[in-house]
């Protein structure tokens, strides 16, 4: 019998937290009426309502009518980047972002572009750096409406100059949206931003929850039809039980969060030396320090990415990829282009909390012959 499937992708999904799974649970005998409604059922839902924006905003650092609840972390993206730009629109039509920004937010600049608008990416270095000379000339550019920048990479873990940029952007006097989906939870939340969106189920929390939070003061506009839900931030009714697991699900995270980068950092640490040791001809690719805590990755050259996933997950790994040929686009990651490092063979390995020093050293004793493996099978051998 096989040894058992080993976990290694939370950066795009966490396992559910014990917490969230109790929640959800309790949640579900107490928050399924309307809780727009007058009548008792309905009250107990706007209180547990309540109660969980008021300790997500607590976590987060805003105030509670600053949060509005979203039906994904890609639709707070969407509304972040729009709402943003609507509300901006007398000043110009600008978006300036970092050109290593998660898809969701590459695709309502499309659709900005789409309309008239005008993106403006700028680029990062090959640690996957933002280049804040080349941000402060876009953002001070004339008609910038929006700036867009993620807190940390998602596909390399380069944790980003966030405070840097953010100062750029109030000189200028344009409003900074920050994708935290990657931080919030982990690790602590930068200042200087007006706009924030992250995504439950990255931290434990179940999928289907978002959040958007917009400082008072932003000049923002909701981009969907009008409705009175959620400070009219996001059309339709939340999925209530599912809000309350974000809610505790975040505040165990965030509360474990400096533990958890204490027991996860040295582990990927580990990663990062052995495989750049024990694998040959392969990239470790990101800031090596300036980092998160749980995501590592790296490409190996002369192997497929796909086959190579594939050939982990039937060893019992679940890893991720940014590289050719692992999606239906057939293209590589636009964060490794962008950074100009190899694509090829590409592995992100994301810890979480039932993440342990023996999954990380099972990964590790296994990788270097599955490589082998492949690069023989393509006839590449003599490495």
């Known amino acids: 019998m096989s040894a058992s499937p080993i976990y290694l992708d939370a ?42 924006r008021e300790a997500t905003a607590q976590t987060l650092g805003v105030r509670a009518d600053e949060l509005s609840f979203t039906s994904s972390g890609t639709t707070a993206a969407h509304g972040a980047v729009l709402g943003g730009l609507a509300g901006r629109r007398r000043v110009g039509s600008t978006l300036a972002h970092s050109a290593i920004e998660h898809s969701a937010v590459l695709h309502a600049a499309e659709r900005h572009v789409a309309a008239g608008g005008v993106a403006n990416p700028v680029p990062v270095d090959r640690l996957g750096r933002l280049d804040l000379t080349a941000w402060s000339d876009a953002v001070r ?20 100059p966030v405070a840097e940029a953010a100062a750029a952007c109030s000189d200028a006097g344009v409003p900074l949206y920050v994708d935290a989906a990657q931080s919030v939870g982990r690790v602590p ?51 209530l039980p599912a809000v309350v697991a974000a ?35 392969v990239e470790v690719v990101g800031e090596p320090v300036l980092r998160l805590p749980h995501l590592v990755t790296f490409s190996c050259l002369y192997v497929d990415g796909e086959a190579l996933l594939h050939a982990l997950d039937r060893r019992g790994f679940a890893v991720s990829s940014g590289s050719s040929c692992t999606s239906s686009t057939l293209r590589p990651s636009h964060v490794l282009e962008a950074m100009g490092v190899l694509s090829h063979g590409n592995v992100r390995v994301s810890l979480h909390r039932e993440t342990t020093e023996a999954d990380v050293e099972r990964f590790l004793a296994e990788l270097p012959g599955i490589v082998a493996g492949l690069r023989a099978e393509a006839g590449v051998v003599g490495l």
């Not at 993620?150 to 873990?157: F, L, Q, W």
Request: no cysteine; net charge neutral.
């Open 11 to 52: 950066a795009t999904a966490a396992p559910m937290h014990p917490v969230a799974r109790q929640a959800l649970l309790a949640a579900l005998d107490d928050g399924w009426a309307d809780p727009g409604k007058l009548y008792t059922q309905a009250r107990r839902a706007r209180q547990l309502l309540d109660a969980a």
């Open 247 to 281: 809610a505790a699900s975040l505040r165990a995270a965030a509360a474990d969060a400096a533990a958890e980068e204490t027991r996860l950092a040295p582990l990927v640490d580990r990663i990062r030396a052995r495989v750049a040791a024990e694998v040959p001809d």
């Open 141 to 160: 550019a004339p008609g910038v409406a929006l700036a867009a920048l993620i807190t940390a990479s998602h596909e390399v873990g380069t944790v980003q």
């Open 189 to 239: 939340l930068p200042a200087g931003w007006s706009v924030l969106t992250a995504s439950a189920h990255k931290w434990g929390g179940p999928a289907g929850v978002g959040l958007l939070a917009v400082r008072k003061g932003t000049r923002w506009e909701s981009p969907w039809p009008a409705d009175e839900r959620e400070g009219g931030r996001t059309p339709g009714s939340v999925n």
